[in-house]
């Protein structure tokens, strides 16, 4: 179960980090083509329309076709290494700081831990401790996937080395205030519209009918995703656009190239020369991606958690569910 249940207590802040980080591992197997397809969408400055002619990919279909014939199919997986350390490190931090700032509000407050409010907000601040503990790893990953051929960084280690030389520390924290605006409401929202998807399916679904527990984790948390997404989507794209900042070279192979100047200067050259939609570019492979990945850490999550519990108390396999 997500979240501190005094009912059902099993699993610690180190087996939650250890859970945590194995559905992040997982889970960035399965979804890294889609997070490179969201990527290149969201830093293409042209519309994404086969109607204009200078811009590189028109569509999801249209764009796989291409990144494959051009780059290969290793290029779906462009950043992997980084990626997964972002996954795994995001994974732990963000699950254990959860359980216990869930266990905090029930031993010092008197709301309810299991309540949709208290996830919501436990979300948002343990999901804001994991992003800046894995910010660095984040860029790394948003240039690895945004470059083209040639290769600008050919590993990780040359990678952070030239960046750390030519554009200074500060640099691993491009973007880093927009992410912290979008996650905070786009994690909590997650584990809101989970916590509410879980209770609706308690309430339609009779008690003896609820046997697959895995799959319900799934749809719920596949569904949490989409609408959490779909809320806060146009910060996502701000700062992928920041995040590539001081890397316009590589960029230029996929079209035109923008320099800003900070959040609000992305923001206001985005509505004037993009117009709304480009606060929306790579929208769909991002809904693909929030479905599968939420669903499937949700998923993960649970799955490994039950697993813990059961090796650690043999006499009690099944956990209560929340």
Partial sequence: MVGYDPGARCVSSAEAAAAGSA?????????????????????????????????????ILQAVQR??????????????VPAQFLS????AVQFMTFESLTELVHNVTSFNARGSFVHLVCGGLAACTATVAVQPVDTLRTRFAAQGEPKIYPNLRHA???????????????????????????????????????????????AEAQSGANVKNLVCGSCAGVISKSLTYPLDVVKKRLQVGGFEQARAAFGQV??????????????????????????????LKAAFSTGLIFFWYELFCGLLCAMRSPESTERKEG
Wanted: proline content about 6%.
């Fill in 23 to 59: 559905s992040g591992l997982v889970t960035r197997v399965l979804v890294s083509p889609l997070d490179v397809l969201k990527i290149r969408f969201q830093l293409q400055i042209e519309q994404l329309s086969s109607r204009n002619p200078t811009a590189k990919y028109h569509g």
């Fill in 160 to 206: 952070v080395v030239t960046m750390y030389r030519t554009e200074g520390p500060r640099t691993f924290y491009r973007g880093l205030t927009p992410t912290l605006i979008a996650i905070f409401p786009y994690a909590g929202l997650q584990f809101f519209f989970y916590n509410i998807l879980q209770q609706f399916s308690k309430w339609v679904i009779p």
């Fill in 258 to 287: 923008r320099t800003y100047g900070g959040l609000l200067d992305c923001m206001r050259q985005i509505m004037r020369e993009e117009g709304p939609g480009g606060f929306f570019k790579g929208l769909s492979p991002s809904l």
């Fill in 88 to 91: 795994i490190g995001f994974g």
């Fill in 67 to 80: 990144i494959f014939r051009e780059e290969g199919l290793t290029a779906f997986w462009k950043g992997h």
